[in-house]
């Protein structure tokens, strides 16, 4: 797979800053609003739908304590968020057929995996979608079960790729993105040697969450290749600045 350096302005979970969060709303006004690329985190249903949604219950988004996992698809239509219902996995990808796409799987489900990399397959996605998780063992068994698309870094990569000598980084890395914060802890991951080595490796360094125009300003010029906003609509003209 060819390197990708694309400045990518992801929308995180849509413009979740001017309308209800995974929304198909939020990810339409993302895109008017100079975004590139979308970001979204997924859950799988009782029945096995996969749906746009963050959190593993309803109660923040839709005052429904139910969780997802426990309910099947057509409960989950009845949530309201915003004035807005939940958006399957499905609707989003026919909604947004040629978009660029970040999908988070957040339950520790590895049997989730297959059926997700089978929706995903069957709308262009090994063309336009970076699989990521906060689970590693996630990502790897989308690998191990031949996912031809892109993937985020798994912890442990991120590390290699921090601390690492650049061989032995080569040898033991296998995604494509690492989608990260500028620091972890006391760790800094937004300096400018770390960027240098995410190109000598054709890593893509993708930053969540950037809000702010001079935060956004500074991490483009160093070298990073993306990042994600709550507010597409605030970081855009600085993208344009490096067009």
């Known amino acids: ?25 939020a990810f339409e006004i993302a895109l008017a609003d100079g975004a590139n690329a979308l970001e979204l985190d997924v859950h799988r249903t009782a029945d096995g739908h996969f749906v746009v949604a963050h959190d593993p219950d309803g109660a923040r988004t839709a005052g429904c304590d139910e969780r997802i996992a426990e309910v099947v698809l057509d409960e989950i239509r009845r949530w309201v968020t915003g004035g807005e219902s939940v958006p399957t996995l499905t609707e989003f990808l026919l909604a947004f057929p040629d978009t660029p ?25 090994e063309d336009r979608v970076t699989i990521a998780s906060f689970h590693d063992r996630l990502v790897w068994r989308a690998r191990r079960l031949g996912w031809k698309g892109r993937t985020a870094l798994t912890r442990g990569e991120v590390a290699a790729l921090r601390f690492a000598p650049l061989p032995l980084a080569r040898s033991l890395i296998r995604g ?68």
């Open 1 to 25: 797979m060819t390197h990708d350096f694309r400045l990518r302005l992801y929308a995180h979970r849509g413009a979740s800053a001017r309308a209800p969060e995974n929304s198909l709303a």
């Open 101 to 125: 796409i970040s999908v988070d799987l957040k339950p520790n489900d590895p049997a989730a995996v297959e059926p997700l990399l089978d929706v995903l397959s069957a709308h262009n996605g």
């Open 176 to 243: 494509h993105a690492a989608q990260i914060p500028m620091r972890s802890g006391p760790i800094r991951l937004d300096r400018r040697a770390f960027l240098d080595r995410c190109r000598v490796l054709g890593i893509r360094a993708d930053y969540w969450v950037v809000n702010d125009p001079e935060e956004a300003r500074a991490l483009l010029a160093a070298g990073a290749t993306g990042l994600m906003s709550d507010d597409p609509a605030l970081l855009a003209p600085v993208f344009r600045e490096f067009e």
